[in-house]
């Protein structure tokens, strides 16, 4: 049977679909969803005349409805075109206004229509695209020996679930990749430009999903797990009849031709999206070096066409151009039409770096030869400097012993309001504390408060001599 004969069965006829595609449907799209809406809260239904107010505070906000060719000429007010506009819905199957046997008339929204408005609403304010491990799951699952061996059809149910979902991610990425191409494009300022490349693009798509599906070496794994496919489950008599063994367990009345045909055919279709997933990844390639190109294209033109300073600074230049026309640059000094120039500040954008700056030539010195002759007092002068140098490097091993000597044993947590720093050696320990946490050596951590809320500015600590960002240290 086909799809067409039973969705327009399910949903009585063409209408349902025909107030979204007329000259109407934004409108009806707007009347539909401040419905839907207002019917999520009454399980019992919408009055009739709540929905008419409802539908005439649309119409007064979007003015210009023209009704279809089959439904009723317009009225005059308001109020009358709503009426005819909710009987034209409940015509067409979207609002159902049931008999009853009171004198009330409530009016419900389909449940067909709830589930089409769903869809549309995820159009039009899609998810961001995620990339999460579903794909490696399916991998680390068919070179799993011993579940292939003791559950080989729940690995294959269990893969077939995550690489079709895998699939929607990577569809996902691809579409947010297109959207903000096309957003792209249509950006007029400098200001939104750098917005989409360092602020949406970088935290929708290069951190979050594209940086995720490169570190994933899908093209190092998906070939091997396409292989143990065949070598594994295909041509091994054991678990294909392990496989058949069970789905005739979970359908007792289907036969074990059916059920052969059942197990090959989910081996052949995982194979089969296995295989699609590189070629989906290789087009989530192109869009993104052509999103990375457009942008940089996009900013090149924006900059041409709309630096103010710029063309002031290029009409001063082709004013010089013309004036020096065939005479030496020594000549700029007598030019008197020149345009004003203005400047907001003057200033080195580099600062003093950017101007050449001569090497200093030192003369020469005489060095002093060192004695060859070392006695006792040198060698504990040496041994002492070293000592001491030892002690005051920011080594990763003072900061353990700095925490070390913090109260508390295994998983105590010392916040930063509780460090004693008494002197300079303090501040010392502090700085080789905070330079080594990430260190594979520290046997400490430190839990700092903005990694938790980063839209409300971090707390500060006052310590002696010093003013830092609040943070806690938590023992290994």
Known sequence: MFLSSTLFQETRGTGFFRVLAGKNAPFYVDVLDALDREST?????????????????????????????????????????????????????????????????????????????????????????????????????????VELLNRPWQVVENSLSNVKEGLNELRAMQKSVQRLTRKQLDENTLKGNLALVFDDYSEQISHACYGELVRSRLPLRLPEAVRRIGTRLLDDAGAMAEMHTEVLRRNPSMSAETARAKVRNALDELASLLENVLPMADEIDRRTADFTRRSLSRFRYLQEVTGERRGEVRGFFETVNRLLSGKRLTHASVLTDLPGLRLPEARLPAGLDSLYAPPLRRPPVEQDAFEDAVDDDDRESGLRDMQRALRESLSVQRANTFVTALPGGKGARITSSELQLTDERGLSDLIALLLHAESSEARYRLDVDRTADESSPPAVDTLPGCMVERFAVIKK
Not at 41 to 68: C, K, N, V, W
């Open 41 to 145: 809260d009454r399980p019992d239904g919408m009055a009739r005349e709540e929905a008419i107010l409802l539908i005439a505070e649309i119409l007064e906000q979007l003015p210009g409805l023209e009704f279809d060719e089959d439904a009723e000429l317009p009225a005059a007010t308001p109020r009358e075109r709503a009426r005819q506009l909710l009987d034209y819905l409940i015509q067409c199957r979207w609002l159902e206004e049931p008999p009853r046997r009171d004198w009330r008339r409530t009016v419900h929204f389909d449940a067909h229509g709830a589930t089409l408005m769903a869809a549309l609403r995820k159009i039009a304010f899609p998810d961001a695209a995620v990339f999460t491990d579903k794909l490696i799951a399916v991998c680390a699952m068919l070179a799993d020996e």
